[in-house]
């Protein structure tokens, strides 16, 4: 008999202590919803670009209401893009999530595409502006094409004359 006193007093004990609270599950967002601190840049892997794969991956991204990215999944992306656009998505860095004004931990899918520079392939439809296409340069922007010189004959531009005395 004192053992189910004993069980009983140890769930009564239990009853009264507060449960502890569990953060709530993320919430679904769409990337827009989502702010970048700094955006990880694939680097285009070599095995890759030595066979003329391209492609587009799509990452799963989970960052809790402090804005700290806690998981990065793969949900579509060829196995040779895998790990770079794992560790591009590692080195990302993101402001907190606010849901009716109070920070939320959300997931999102953040696309990394892959097309090597000059390849006759049509052009993917474009990306948002929040994930960049990665490319075979690592993201960094081609420069500007040097400006044509001035056919023969001609000056150049020419710049409007000052005004008459």
């Excluded at 893009?81 to 939320?104: C, I, N, Q, R």
């Excluded at 993917?124 to 010189?149: H, I």
Aim: net charge positive; glycine share 4%; hydrophobic share 35%.
């Amino acid at each position: 008999m004192s053992i189910a006193i004993y069980l009983l007093l140890a769930q009564t004990a239990w009853a009264t202590e507060p449960m502890p609270t569990v953060p709530p599950d993320p919430k679904l967002v769409h990337w827009s919803e989502v702010q970048m601190k700094v955006r990880g840049m694939p680097k285009y892997p070599k095995a890759a670009k030595a066979a003329g794969i391209e492609g587009t991956c799509t990452m799963q991204l989970c960052v809790d209401a402090k804005g700290k990215l806690t998981n990065v999944t793969p949900r579509s992306c060829p196995e040779v893009f895998v790990e770079s656009a794992t560790a591009a998505s590692w080195k990302s860095k993101f402001y907190p999530v606010k849901s009716k004004d109070e920070p939320t931990p959300v997931c999102f899918d953040l696309r990394y595409q892959y097309k090597l520079a000059g390849s006759s392939s049509p052009a993917s439809p474009p990306e948002p502006p929040n994930p960049a296409p990665a490319n075979d340069t690592a993201g960094t922007p081609a420069p500007a094409a040097p400006a044509a010189p001035p056919a023969p004959g001609t000056q150049g531009p020419v710049e409007p004359a000052p005004p008459p005395p």
